[in-house]
């Protein structure tokens, strides 16, 4: 009986010593413990926060891009976002600072644009650019979100930064990115059809907020050379610029204007004034993406609407989105 009751005592001592390290392992934390429940653990045993990844964008166009590639894992905020701010004066306020010093990612434009943006990102930040992406550099035209090849290149990005972040979800962030690619290729099969059916279309502008939108319409800028470059240099045109530009609406060698109405002064009310009387259609396009639309391919899609329903024709019918209210308005008023 002694040799049988020893076995009980070693097998009921066993039982006592896996239950005591079962509860010492549930109850345990850090790096000693199983992981909190804001972590994850993936294939690799890499533990990934299952919390959104905090995104600041500098300007709400890359902002909502940044959104559409992260979805349900990116919490998602966009320090410029209204139209009715001048965007080049800008000046980040110390709230907008700490968010940006505290993003896991920040989304800047680069170029010049928004160079407050980063000045805050911190070693432990990853950093986005379209500037970055295409090789643009300060001096060049920033207003890269209207140019389908930034545009491509900072999804891929966004993708990639994701999910080095959180490489369980990288399957997620690539179906998000090939969701927003076939958005892209239908607005740039939109942009084709625009362009072979308005192949002699020609534009002057008071400002380059449009510049590459409107070469990939294939549309001829023939805004007068000195006025353009006075209004690159933050300078007013000279008398004689005013003049050239004046000579091209009433002769209308524009088909249409486009109008900054961020960039609002005495000179381009004048030169839209112009027009108007030229029976020039002026198209307003601003810099930050206007309220009612929720993404950038969206209001890209109106503008291109919004260009084809000003020079006639079939191509515009082709974008379901509606047009920009500002450039509807604008278009339809010089028309008339």
């Known amino acids: ?25 549930a109850c345990g934390s ?17 533990g990934a926060s299952s919390e959104p990844i905090s995104v600041v964008a500098s300007i709400n166009q890359w902002g909502s891009l940044a959104k559409q590639i992260g979805g ?36 800047a434009n680069g170029a010049g644009y928004d160079a407050w943006a980063t000045k805050s990102v911190t070693k432990q930040t990853a950093l ?26 900072v999804a891929q990005d966004l993708a990639d930064t994701y999910a080095k972040l959180q490489p369980d979800h990288r ?28 192949k002699d279309a020609t534009y002057a502008a008071t400002e380059s907020v449009a510049y590459y939108l409107l070469a990939d319409l294939g549309m001829k800028d023939v805004t007068p050379k000195g006025y353009a470059q006075a209004v690159a240099n933050d300078s007013e045109p000279a008398p004689a610029d005013l003049s050239a530009m004046q000579q091209v ?31 020039v259609p002026v198209i307003d396009v601003t810099e ?8 950038l391919t969206d209001w890209i899609g109106a503008l291109v ?13 082709s974008s379901s989105a509606p047009a920009s209210p500002s450039a509807s308005s604008s278009a339809s008023s010089s028309a008339s």
């Not at 930050?288 to 993404?295: C, I, L, N, S």
């Open 1 to 25: 009986m002694k040799p049988a009751l020893h076995r009980i005592v070693r097998v009921a001592a066993a039982v006592t010593g896996v239950v005591a390290l079962s509860l010492a392992s």
């Open 30 to 46: 850090g790096s000693g413990g199983t992981a909190s429940p804001s972590q994850t653990t993936d294939a690799t045993g890499t």
């Open 72 to 107: 349900d894992y990116v919490d998602i905020t966009s320090i410029l976002a209204s139209s009715n701010v001048e965007a080049h004066d800008f000046e980040a306020q110390t709230a907008d600072v700490a968010k940006l010093s505290k993003a896991q990612v920040v989304v």
């Open 128 to 153: 986005v650019t379209a500037a970055g992406n295409v090789g643009a550099s300060d001096g060049d035209n920033p207003h890269l979100w209207f140019s389908k090849d930034a545009r491509n290149a």
């Open 171 to 198: 399957d997620y962030f690539d179906e998000q990115l090939a969701k927003w690619q076939e958005q892209e290729k239908t607005l740039e099969q939109q942009m084709k059809e625009f362009a072979s059916e308005h």
């Open 249 to 279: 609406l009433e002769g209308q060698q524009a088909d249409v204007l486009v109008n900054n109405p961020q960039e609002a002064s005495d000179t381009t009310n004048m030169v839209t004034g112009v027009a108007h009387k030229s029976d």
């Open 288 to 295: 930050q993406m206007p309220e009612g639309y929720d993404t």
């Open 305 to 317: 609407k919004t260009f084809g329903d000003s020079l006639g024709g079939s191509a515009s019918a």
